[in-house]
C-alpha cells in the first residue's frame, strides 16, 4: 500500500508551512524542538520512535505502521512535521513466510524545527549507499522503550531481517533506528524496526526501504 501527500521531490529543497492554526504559542523560556533519530513521536493514538533524520532535506524516517492522520508530534504533543508519504503491509499474527516481501516506512516533511542526526547516546546516524546486513553480524536498536540494545543478525530475508542475541523490542519500539556501531565511529542506518516475528525482532532494510522512498517519488538517483 502506498500513500504520497504533498511532498517535493526527495533530494530537492523542502518548503513546509510552521503555521498550525489552534495551537497556543511556546512560552518564551521554553526549549526549542530539536528533532533527531531515536526521539519519541505520536500520530494520533501511536507511539512510537523516529528513526533516521536527513538534517539537510529536513525529512524523517520512522515506520509505516505509525502512521495517522497527518500531524507528527514530540512526547509534549508539539507538533514537528506531516505525512509524507508511506508503504505498511505488516501482516498479522506472528508467522511470516521468509520469502514474504515486508514494506513497513513512513517519510515525514519536518516544520521549520531544528533537526540533527545524533542518536540519544550522543553517537551520529549515518546513511552509507547500499549498505546490507548479513546473518551474524553485530547490531544494535534504539526504541524510546527499551534503550538501545545490541545484538546479531538472525536472519535476512526478503527486504526484512530478524535479530537475536541481545536485542530487544516492546510497545514503542516501532519505527527506531536499526545500525551497525563500529568502535569510534558514527552509526550505520541499515535498518527500522518493525516488529517482532515469534521469538525474534525484525527490521525493515534501511537499502529496501531507500528504494522504495525514490520509487514513490519518482526519483532515479542511487539509492541511500
Known sequence: MVRCLAIR????SVTVS??????PAAPAAA????????????????????GYVDPGLK?????GHCRGGGIVTDRDRHVIGHLAT??????????????QVINDYEAIVLDNVPANNILPGGR?????????????????????????????????????????????SRPGDSGGPVYLAPDGGPGQIVGI???MWGDFPAAVSWRSTSEQVREDLGMRTRAS
Not at 9 to 12: D, H, V
Not at 18 to 23: E, N, Q
Not at 59 to 63: K, R
Not at 146 to 160: D, H, K, M, P, S
Open 193 to 195: 524496526f518493525n516488529s
Open 59 to 63: 525529512i524523517a524516517f520512522t515506520a
Open 31 to 50: 526549549d526549542p524542538i530539536v528533532v533527531f533519530p531515536g526521539m519519541e513521536i505520536h500520530q494520533d493514538s501511536h507511539l512510537c520512535t523516529l
Open 86 to 99: 508511506f508503504r505498511d503491509n505488516t501482516p498479522s499474527g506472528s508467522t511470516v513466510a521468509t520469502d
Open 18 to 23: 510552521a503555521l498550525v492554526p489552534g495551537l
Open 124 to 168: 551520529a546516524l549515518v546513511s552509507t549507499p547500499g549498505l546490507t546486513v548479513q546473518p551474524g553480524q553485530a547490531v544494535c536498536h534504539f526504541g524510546v522503550a527499551t534503550g538501545e540494545t545490541c545484538g546479531t543478525v538472525e536472519a535476512v530475508n526478503n527486504g526484512w531481517f530478524t535479530m537475536s542475541h541481545g536485542a530487544q
Open 9 to 12: 521531490a526527495f533530494a530537492a
